[in-house]
């Protein structure tokens, strides 16, 4: 049962590298896990061309995987309790472009200041 919230404790140390779910994961409510992993394969094919891979691809990963964590933990919140689900279920009714803003940023497409203030209300009030 989740929700999971796995993290290693570095992506990579010493020429040993993590990719995909064994550098850590939440739930697979965005379906967007296959996607991450290919993205940090790409990320480490490069980073093997720095001086410093290690250094290269553990800032890389931050990057690619802190916007993803975050609109993870934003559906996990929103589905906490009976009572926030109706009111996502609200306001995806009124609004359903923001669930599309949300996995874009999921998937890296774009960043959070792509929703306004108003959807922000309206995720958490249903309003
Ligand atoms: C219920 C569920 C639904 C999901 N839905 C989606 C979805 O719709 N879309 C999406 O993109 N992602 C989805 N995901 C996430 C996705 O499955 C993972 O993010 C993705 O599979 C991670 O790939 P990976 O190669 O990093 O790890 P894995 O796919 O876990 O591959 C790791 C492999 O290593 C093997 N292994 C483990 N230990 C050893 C060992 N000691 N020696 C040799 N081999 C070993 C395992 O058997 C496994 O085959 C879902 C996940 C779950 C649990």
Do not use: C
């Not at 994961?25 to 993205?39: C, H, N, Q």
């Not at 720095?50 to 609109?71: C, F, I, N, Q, W």
């Not at 009572?83 to 998937?107: C, D, M, N, Y």
């Amino acid at each position: 049962m989740g929700p999971f919230w796995y993290r290693a404790s570095t992506v990579a140390d010493r020429r040993v590298f993590l990719i995909g779910d064994a550098a850590g994961f939440t739930d697979p409510i965005t379906g967007e896990g296959v996607a991450a992993g290919l993205r940090q394969a790409r990320a480490f094919a490069a980073a093997l061309e720095s001086p410093d891979p290690e250094r290269a691809y553990r800032r890389t990963h931050r990057g690619l995987t802190k916007d993803p964590r975050r609109v993870a933990d934003l559906f996990l919140r929103l589905s906490r309790t009976p009572a926030l689900v109706e009111r996502a279920i609200r306001s995806h009714q009124r609004a359903p472009h923001t669930l599309k803003t949300l996995l874009g940023i999921g998937f890296g497409y774009w960043g959070f200041n792509r929703i306004t203030p108003r959807e922000w209300i309206r995720m958490f009030s249903g309003r």
